[in-house]
């Protein structure tokens, strides 16, 4: 019972909550609800859970209040539960240090997912310091030592740019990355406030390593809020 | 009674030209009258001095009716009673006013001819008023003419225009304040320097003081005096609307004529205006209903189709809560398998509706618009029809080139996903691996980008096409549940493309199939090629 994965779920519609937590239940996580955010602070300090489900629409707390006072002291994963059309609050919340966000609504395998992915970054961080040298997914791999990327055995020639984005977003794989915090990485803190650059070098990247830029497998837009390497 | 030839030249010479005409007809009728009275006298012996008065004041009459003004006549009528006393009264060929009798004759053959040609004057006047009458009204019905062909602001500039050029000057028309950077501006027959006269600064100002003060102003006028034009403000009844004004660059003055023209031009142009005003708002409230109209039909069209899922929800959940244990495995998960799907349905209902908020919440039907990848766009719509059907084929295809597109993406998006959800739904193919896959192809035409998506299923009914997009009414809604919420999708499409500023359609092309296909207008600065 101890070594189970605990998740803490803040939600302040009971329905939605008791569903998740039965979702959950059954795959062998262990839950903590609650409705309110001044609730959820002293409920992670207290359970220390390994995941956070943040509703951004809380009764009593801005979640993303919320969010601002937990990353003032934990690293604890946060995965924000927004609805759609509001990409500017998903894109507020990722800024904050949310670890991703899922959209209502939503199904169970893709919230399962989620979690999965938090979790798992979560134990690389705290693992081991290095990171590794290879990603691979599906037919696509990057060595980040010798900066090759190959896709279905063929190696890719990206420039000096594209590398970089898609190093960046492989290390970060299964998680969002937004404009600005790519723009940022990328090309330092001082850069045009433009994403427009961004996004002809992701129509470029695309090109280069998608079958059809159309239906890509690898790196997915979220539309309004950034770009997602996949991760299998 | 003759005039001295020099007296004839030195009246040429100074009189104006008007006279010349007139001095030389006077004097040729009452020639004329005197030569014939002189012959008459000779051959009739009973003619008397009556005869010859009679005769006289037909010439004089004559001579009213065939000059200008009173002089002429007047003068004919002190002439004829000269001549009448010169010639036919005792002592001939002298004047004589003193014998008895004669002085009263000749007074009231005087005041006869006088009044006569005072009446022959005032009655021509008359005449000639009511042609200038007639002539205004006739002007004036020819303005209002065009003006009431006129519909819109442009057309009753033109109109306007059209009007002004009669007056053969260079024209210009202010269709809003003239001391606004944005105010519409059209000249007329102007050259290229009088062009520039027409819209210098100065002018501007002038046309601008003339609208601030909603009177007359410019050449000719007490106020802007160095203006070279002549502004009439067109005035309603809240305010001035417009500003005409004509070119006098070669230092004339507006007549009465003209500005008795511009006067009655301007007060038609401010009645066409008004008109054209009312009948805008009449069209806003006009639209405004309609649109109340269509919200209440979509209210009620929805109301309806969020019962029958919402029922089986019900139902289904019930069936399983009460009978718990007693039915099997199989049904269980039928009846849960329903509810999925109700709810999966009520979620993209939600959706649509949302849409239709987002493009309502401006007011004006406008969207918030940000260049976008369509290749992106496309390919989450694509991303989220996968999740939900699984099994379908598609054929997706974007073009090489990277093209950004204005857009509010959560809503060509939505487009995207309700069209490729449509020809899924009720193209009648059955869904599977063997199936013909629908196509999502984006193209670039022109400066728009054209998004089509194409099924090789049964096409869409001729019938149906002129009303397929006009929406959800509440028969079609009702007729059968296996089309519902189609309408609302497709008209929601349609609005949206419609606030973007593009166009959507549908064919069934050669081949079999429907072709739904849609344009957004690319901006040209912002796509950057490859």
């Not at chain 2, 296996?482 to 609302?488: C, E, K, L, Q, V």
């Not at chain 2, 429907?514 to 950057?528: C, G, Q, S, Y």
Request: hydrophobic share 40%; charged share 20%; with cysteine.
């Amino acid at each position: 019972m101890a070594n189970k994965i605990t998740i803490l779920i803040v939600e302040d519609e009971r329905a939605i909550s008791h569903f998740i937590s039965t979702v959950l239940t059954s795959n062998g996580y262990r839950t903590i609800q609650t409705e309110t955010g001044r609730e959820t602070l002293s409920l992670i300090s207290s359970h220390c859970p390994d995941v956070v489900l943040l509703d951004l629409g809380l009764p009593d707390i801005d979640g993303l209040e919320v969010l601002r006072s937990v990353r003032q002291w934990s690293s604890v994963p946060i995965i924000v539960v927004s609805a759609r059309g509001y990409e500017r609050e998903k894109v507020e919340a990722l800024d904050l240090g949310a670890d991703d966000y899922i959209t209502k609504p939503f199904g169970t395998s893709e919230l399962l997912a989620r979690i999965r992915t938090a979790l798992r970054h979560n134990q690389k961080v705290a693992g081991s310091d290095a990171p590794n040298a290879c990603f691979t997914n599906g037919g696509f791999t990057i060595d980040f030592e010798k900066r090759i990327v190959t896709v279905d055995g063929e190696p890719v020639h990206l420039t000096q740019i594209e590398y970089k984005i898609v190093a960046l977003l492989s290390r970060h794989a299964g998680r969002v990355l937004t404009y600005d915090s790519i723009i940022e990485q990328i090309w330092g803190p001082y850069a045009a406030d433009d994403n427009q650059i961004l996004r002809v070098n992701m129509a470029n990247i695309r090109r280069k390593i998608e079958q059809n830029p159309a239906e890509p497998r690898y790196i997915l837009t979220e539309v309004g809020v950034g770009y997602r390497m996949t991760d299998q | 009674m003759q005039r001295p030839n020099w007296l004839r030249r030195l009246s040429q010479l100074s009189a104006p030209r008007w006279l010349r005409p007139d001095a030389v007809k006077t004097l040729a009728i009452l020639l004329a009258t005197t030569l014939s009275c002189i012959v008459l006298a000779a051959v009739i012996s009973s003619f008397d001095t009556v005869c010859l008065i009679v005769i006289y004041i037909l010439a004089v009459v004559l001579i009213s009716r065939f000059t200008n003004g009173y002089f002429w006549g007047i003068a004919a009528s002190v002439a004829g009673v000269v001549a009448v006393n010169f010639f036919f009264t005792y002592p001939y060929s002298a004047l004589d006013f003193t014998r008895a009798g004669y002085p009263f004759t000749f007074a009231s053959m005087l005041l006869v001819s006088v009044m006569t040609s005072a009446m022959t004057v005032q009655i021509k006047q008359q005449a000639r008023q009511s042609e200038e009458r007639e002539r205004h009204t006739r002007e004036l019905y020819s303005i209002s003419s065009r003006f009431l062909a006129a519909r819109g602001g442009q057309q009753i500039a033109q109109a306007a225009l059209d009007c002004l050029a009669g007056l053969s000057r260079p024209g210009i028309l202010y269709g809003g304040n003239p001391a606004q950077e944005d105010c519409p501006v059209w000249t007329r027959g102007a050259s290229s320097g009088q062009e520039l006269v027409l819209r210098s600064s100065g002018e501007r100002f002038a046309a601008g003081w003339v609208f601030a003060h909603g009177r007359p102003a410019g050449a000719g006028t007490e106020e802007c005096t160095r203006s070279a034009v002549f502004y009439q403000p067109v005035c309603a009844a809240d305010g001035v609307l417009a500003v005409i004004g004509l070119l006098y660059d070669d230092g004339g003055r507006p007549d009465a004529e003209q500005l008795g023209f511009l006067d009655s031009l301007a007060s038609q142009m401010a009645l066409a205006l008004e008109r054209q005003r009312l009948s805008e708002e009449q069209n806003a409230i006009l639209m405004e209903s309609e649109r109340e109209k269509m919200r209440s039909n979509l209210l009620r069209a929805i109301s309806h189709d969020l019962r029958t899922p919402l029922t089986s929800i019900l139902g289904a959940s019930d069936a399983i809560l009460e009978s718990s244990g007693q039915i099997d495995r199989e049904t269980h998960d039928k009846l849960v398998g329903d509810i999925r799907e109700d709810s999966q349905w009520l979620i993209r209902m939600v959706e649509n509706l949302l849409s239709v908020t987002r493009i309502s919440a401006g007011g004006t039907a406008t969207v918030r618009k940000a260049p976008e990848a369509a290749e992106e766009i496309v390919a989450e719509a694509v991303g989220r029809i996968k999740v939900r059907y699984p099994g379908q084929p598609l054929d997706v295809r974007v073009p090489d080139e990277f093209l950004l597109v204005p857009m509010d993406a959560t809503l060509i998006e939505q487009v995207l996903i309700n069209l490729v959800e449509n020809a899924i739904l009720h193209s009648g193919i059955p869904m599977g691996a063997g199936a013909p896959p629908i196509n999502v192809h984006i193209t670039r035409r022109g400066g728009d980008a054209l998004f089509e998506v194409r099924d090789y299923g049964k096409g869409v009914p001729a019938g149906m096409i002129p009303r397929l997009f006009e929406g959800y009414d509440l028969q079609q809604a009702r007729s059968s549940d296996s089309s519902r919420g189609m309408g609302i999708g497709l008209s929601i499409c349609s609005s949206i493309v419609r606030a973007h500023g593009g166009e959507i359609s549908v064919e069934n092309p050669p081949g079999g199939g429907a072709t739904f296909r849609f344009t957004l207008p690319i901006d040209e600065v912002k796509t950057i090629g490859q």
